[in-house]
């Protein structure tokens, strides 16, 4: 088991508003407290956020921080990935989320990339090793995969590809990751796989979102939530306690780091990694 305390990095999503702008940037920050490793910016369906995406880690860099931004293949050609890392070369980003992603409604499959291993190739062979390489990992299993064993050999193959480190999708049960860090030292695979952290401040926002994503609620989790009906305050103290104590078993676990989905805000990561002793 490590006994240092692991590194911790943030994640945003690029705002749609002149008052969201403004808003992230007091959100960033205060998060800049927690001394971050790195901030990554989300890459809308398609790349249907690629402009905002760019214009905030504009930001973050001019900042003095370490912004990465997220990249994804699925509706893409070659010519334009190629301008869009040659983009990012120009603007000093030096690390990448390399993912597949998710075609925009109405769209059929497109484009000259299947999965985020061709991803990861394709940004090797053109840049070397310019750019930091993060890739998505699933504990719980990727909600498209075949199975658990094929889930696992697309992480491998990611890895092969070039990839220097992973982020986990979020989840609640630190077995799982724990399981999936067993099964991936087997393989020899030996990159940092970095838990991804929520943060529980809306009942209903993490149903939505894990209903789209596969992330697995344990039930009793569950239905303390669902307990609480509109008691704000309650499912905030209870996701608080959730949290923190499923960061302190990754932390005694020996996890690298901890990657935190701010849903740009500051509180709760603040008071989280308050709770940690990290602040």
């Known amino acids: 088991m490590q006994t240092q305390e692991p590194q911790l990095s943030v994640e945003f999503f690029p705002p749609k508003t002149a008052e969201g702008v403004e808003k992230l940037r007091v959100v960033r920050q205060q998060l800049y407290a927690l001394k971050p490793e790195f901030c990554s910016v989300t890459y809308g369906a398609g790349g249907s956020t690629q402009e905002g995406t760019f214009a905030s880690v504009r930001e973050i860099l001019s900042e003095g921080a370490q912004a990465a931004s997220h990249i994804s293949c699925i509706g893409a050609t070659r010519s334009s990935m190629r301008q869009t890392l040659e983009t990012l070369r120009h603007m000093g980003v030096t ?8 075609l925009p409604s109405g769209y059929g499959v497109g484009g000259e990339f299947q999965f985020a291993k061709d991803l990861v ?9 310019h750019f930091h390489i993060e890739v998505a990992a699933y504990p719980e299993v990727h909600p498209q995969a ?10 491998a193959n990611k890895v092969q590809a070039g990839a220097n480190s992973a982020i986990t999708q ?4 630190a077995d799982a990751y724990f399981r999936f860090m067993d099964e991936v030292g087997q393989l020899g695979i030996q ?3 970095v838990p991804g952290i929520m943060p529980i401040t809306s009942s209903t926002q993490l149903m939505r979102f894990s209903e789209a994503c596969g992330a697995e609620i344990p039930r009793w989790i569950r239905l303390r939530l669902q307990s609480f009906g509109d008691d704000v305050a309650s499912i905030r103290a209870f996701g608080l306690d959730v949290v923190t104590d499923l ?14 989905y701010s849903m740009n805000q500051s509180a709760p990561t603040l008071e989280i990694c308050r709770r940690l002793g990290l602040v």
């Open 95 to 102: 690390r990448l989320v390399a993912l597949r992603g998710d």
């Open 191 to 193: 990159v940092p796989v």
């Open 247 to 260: 960061c302190d078993q990754l932390r005694l676990f020996g996890a690298p780091a901890l990657h935190f």
């Open 121 to 129: 190739t394709f940004i090797r062979s053109e840049t070397g090793d």
């Open 146 to 155: 075949k199975s658990p064993a094929a889930d696992l050999k697309a992480f």
């Open 170 to 173: 979020y989840f609640f049960n």
